[in-house]
């Protein structure tokens, strides 16, 4: 089901409007295109659906894979949609006629261009930097692959791997995130962040694919969500622990350049004893056996954690249990 709610004019509290079921199974992603005002649906019964805000009802359902749809990330400017999936690949969904069908009160049909292989294990996360055309897919190979996503209007983009991020801690990848920062020296660097299943966030250099910095928190619980706050100097991230944490990034550099200045621009990272113990730690943690994981957030970022304060032991099912939120903006001829 997807529930519809809105919030009052102080933002204190929301009111529910309504309740719809668009799906046959759970579902792993929302995403708003406030252009055509829809909201775009993914589910593990294996389909896309997308909802119109305008006309009140269900315009699109289309099958696009053999597996669960884990995650989905939209592009309204070429109106595609790259959807992971647990049968290790990527796919990219058409959703450009769906406009026209839903203006002649039909039913559209999503459009599958492209499947995306590479990776060896299930995709569970997917972030689009339509700035480069580049795609990114994180797995549960402990991987994160870039992607050169081709062209619109082509029955076969030819989309292509342009880096591997390999060389972290062995963890299966569960969220991504993408920012532009500045290295020590003041010139642009894209930096992508992911969040694993047993509490790392790692930070890489796009340029050359290498890992540059390692932060450990959440225990051994999964990083569901990164999240780069306005000022892109800070960092949110969302754990199946029940906690947020904010990373302040130190501004001694200028501008979040203190993601690679706290190790050194040349920097390389390889996995080490160090985050052994890290894990071990954390794992005894998990047990009992510590009432906290006791590894501090090093240096390179001071955490602020909001939360429940209990320490929640993951269990198999934890993968599963995700709230799913998207906003819509505020309109006068809708509530």
């Keep these: 089901d997807i529930e519809f709610c809105y919030m009052d004019e102080s933002f204190s509290g929301f009111t529910r409007d309504k309740r719809v079921n668009l799906h046959k199974g759970r579902i792993t992603r929302l995403l708003v295109d406030h252009r055509h005002d829809w909201v775009?649906?993914?589910?593990?019964?294996?389909?896309?659906?997308?909802?119109?805000?305008e006309k009140q009802k269900q315009i699109a359902y289309t099958k696009c894979s053999d597996g669960w749809l884990a995650d989905a990330v939209y592009d309204p400017e070429t109106e595609r949609l790259f959807v992971a999936t647990y049968m290790q690949d990527i796919v990219i969904v058409d959703c450009a006629g769906v406009a026209g069908a839903a203006a002649a009160d039909r039913m559209g049909r999503l459009?599958?261009?492209?499947?995306?292989?590479?990776?060896?294990?299930s995709v569970r996360s997917v972030l689009y930097d339509p700035s480069t055309s580049y795609m990114l897919s994180g797995s549960f190979d402990f991987s994160t692959a870039i992607w050169q996503v081709g062209e619109r209007g082509k029955e076969q983009t030819h989309?292509?791997?342009?880096?591997?991020?390999?060389?972290?801690?062995?963890?299966?990848?569960?969220?991504?995130?993408?920012?532009?920062?500045?290295?020590?020296?003041?010139?642009?660097?894209?930096?992508?962040?992911?969040?694993?299943?047993?509490?790392?966030?790692?930070?890489?250099?796009?340029?050359?694919g290498q890992p540059i910095h390692?932060?450990?928190?959440?225990?051994?619980?999964?990083?569901?969500?990164?999240?780069?706050?306005?000022?892109?100097?800070?960092?949110?991230?969302?754990?199946?622990?029940?906690n947020l944490h904010f990373?302040?990034?130190?501004?001694?550099?200028?501008?979040?350049?203190?993601?690679?200045?706290?190790?050194?621009?040349?920097?390389?990272?390889?996995?080490?004893?160090?985050?052994?113990?890290?894990?071990?730690?954390?794992?005894?943690?998990?047990?009992?056996?510590?009432?906290?994981?006791?590894?501090?957030?090093?240096?390179?970022?001071?955490?602020?954690?909001?939360?429940s304060g209990e320490h929640h032991t993951p269990t198999p099912q934890d993968d599963d249990d995700d709230l799913i939120i998207e906003t819509l903006p505020r309109r006068a001829d809708r509530r």
């Design 214 to 242: 390692v932060c450990h928190a959440h225990g051994i619980s999964s990083v569901l969500r990164i999240q780069w706050l306005q000022d892109e100097t800070t960092l949110l991230t969302g754990g199946h622990d029940g």
């Design 159 to 208: 989309s292509r791997v342009v880096t591997w991020l390999r060389g972290g801690p062995p963890c299966k990848i569960k969220s991504l995130a993408l920012c532009n920062v500045q290295d020590e020296s003041g010139k642009p660097m894209k930096v992508v962040v992911n969040g694993t299943d047993r509490g790392f966030v790692v930070f890489w250099r796009v340029a050359d």
């Design 40 to 53: 775009i649906s993914v589910s593990r019964d294996k389909h896309v659906g997308i909802w119109s805000m």
């Design 111 to 121: 459009k599958v261009i492209e499947r995306l292989k590479g990776h060896k294990g």
């Design 247 to 307: 990373w302040k990034l130190p501004e001694s550099q200028g501008h979040a350049g203190a993601v690679a200045s706290t190790v050194g621009e040349d920097a390389k990272y390889d996995y080490s004893a160090q985050d052994e113990e890290m894990i071990r730690r954390a794992e005894a943690a998990a047990r009992g056996d510590q009432a906290r994981d006791a590894a501090e957030p090093s240096a390179a970022a001071a955490a602020v954690v909001f939360g």
